[in-house]
DNA sequence: AAATGCTATCGTCATCGAGCGATGAATGGA
DNA sequence: TCCATTCATCGCTCGATGACGATAGCATTT
């Protein structure tokens, strides 16, 4: 049915503190997680497409099918990106939540 | 004569693109250096600090002196921060340039 | 000249990270 | 039911990272 596979993108708004020992170590593990180049060019093929990407991203990127999928946990594990099964396959998206707070985690500093 | 050690903080428009194989690069080796806690209290540091802190950042953290050190020589590599001789000690500061940069680059993703 | 104080660097160790091929689990189609 | 496809996970290697104590370099002060 060709539905998005990616979350209703919620907008309520972010109250979690920008700063303090929390706050340092959730921006040092999102950091972390955009630490790699491969990743950051993940991030960018899922910001691009409209739909969400599947194993696209491993004929987009120089690197065996185990390593991107390991970058994918990766980033899945910091909470950038979601990945929602979707029937054989599997379809992954940017959570945007989770990139705006980095976004204002960085700002703050 | 207490002039501040850091740099007259230039203002020229930054060209680089934001994005590419080279921002990839670029924004990956900014957020690998802030991808630890302890870095991002040494930031946060620096930043609320008027004048340029040197060893006071060692008695702030839980840390060992060469191992702070270590981490100052990754964000001076990184290029996230300076560090100016001033007489017997170091002193540290932020490099506003590429703060921006890397707000910048994590504003395009 | 010698001593002190501040940092960087070295050596070491344990752990993590990145990469790959091979294997395994789950689904959809033949 | 059996096969093909898709992705995750395992096992492995090797280099990088984080932490520390100890040591060396350098400027100031005595």
Redesign the pocket.
């Known amino acids: 049915m060709e539905t998005s596979c990616c979350a209703p993108n919620e907008l309520t708004p972010d109250l979690r503190p920008i700063e303090g020992p929390e706050a340092d170590e959730e921006l040092a593990a999102l950091a972390k997680a955009i630490?790699?180049p491969?990743r950051v060019q993940i991030i960018r093929l899922l910001g691009t497409r409209v739909s969400c990407v599947?194993?696209e991203i491993?004929d987009q990127l120089p690197?065996?099918?185990?390593?991107v999928?390991?970058?994918?946990?990766?980033l899945k594990d910091a909470g950038l990106v979601r990945?929602e099964i979707d029937?054989?396959?599997?379809c992954y998206c940017l959570d945007p939540r989770n990139l705006r707070r980095l976004r204002a985690l960085i700002g703050g500093l």
């Open positions: 630490g790699h491969a599947c194993g491993v690197l065996a099918q185990s390593t999928s390991q970058h994918l946990k990766v990945g029937g054989p396959r599997i």
